[in-house]
Nanobody, 115 residues
Framework: QVQLVESGGGSVQPGGSLRLSCVASKNIDRVYAMAWYRQAPGKQREWVAT???????NYADSVKGRFTISRGNAQNTVYLQMNSLKPEDTALYYC?????????WGQGTQVTVSS
C-alpha cells in the first residue's frame, strides 16, 4: 500500500508559476515510474507528465516546454514545476504510481489559472 499526498496548488494569473509536490508514504524505488495527471471540470482525467524508471521524462504536448517533472533527493517525493500557466491548465492535479500492477492516486491538489 502506498499513500500519496499532493500539495502546492492554488490560484494564479495567466503566465504565473506553481510548484506541485507529491509525498509518498514510503520510499518509491526509482525502478517505478511516477506521474502527474489532471482533471478539469466536465472532462476526463488526462496524463500530464511521467518520470520513468530509466530516469527519463515525458510530457503531454500541451505542457511540453512549460512543465518540468522531477524526483526529489528523498525517494518518496516527486515535483511538478509549472511555468507560463494558462487558463486551460486549470484542473485538479493528481500524483500517480503503479506498483505490482496496482495504481495508486492521491486526493489531488487544485490549480486555478485566471485573471
Amino acid at each position: 500500500q502506498v499513500q500519496l499526498v499532493e500539495s502546492g496548488g492554488g490560484s494564479v494569473q495567466p503566465g504565473g508559476s506553481l510548484r506541485l509536490s507529491c509525498v509518498a508514504s514510503k520510499n518509491i524505488d526509482r525502478v517505478y515510474a511516477m506521474a502527474w495527471y489532471r482533471q478539469a471540470p466536465g472532462k476526463q482525467r488526462e496524463w500530464v507528465a511521467t518520470s520513468t524508471s530509466r530516469g527519463t521524462t515525458n510530457y503531454a504536448d500541451s505542457v511540453k516546454g512549460r512543465f518540468t517533472i522531477s524526483r526529489g533527493n528523498a525517494q518518496n517525493t516527486v515535483y511538478l514545476q509549472m511555468n507560463s500557466l494558462k487558463p486551460e491548465d486549470t484542473a485538479l492535479y493528481y500524483c500517480n504510481t503503479v506498483q505490482g500492477g496496482v495504481g495508486y492516486w492521491g486526493q489531488g491538489t487544485q490549480v486555478t489559472v485566471s485573471s
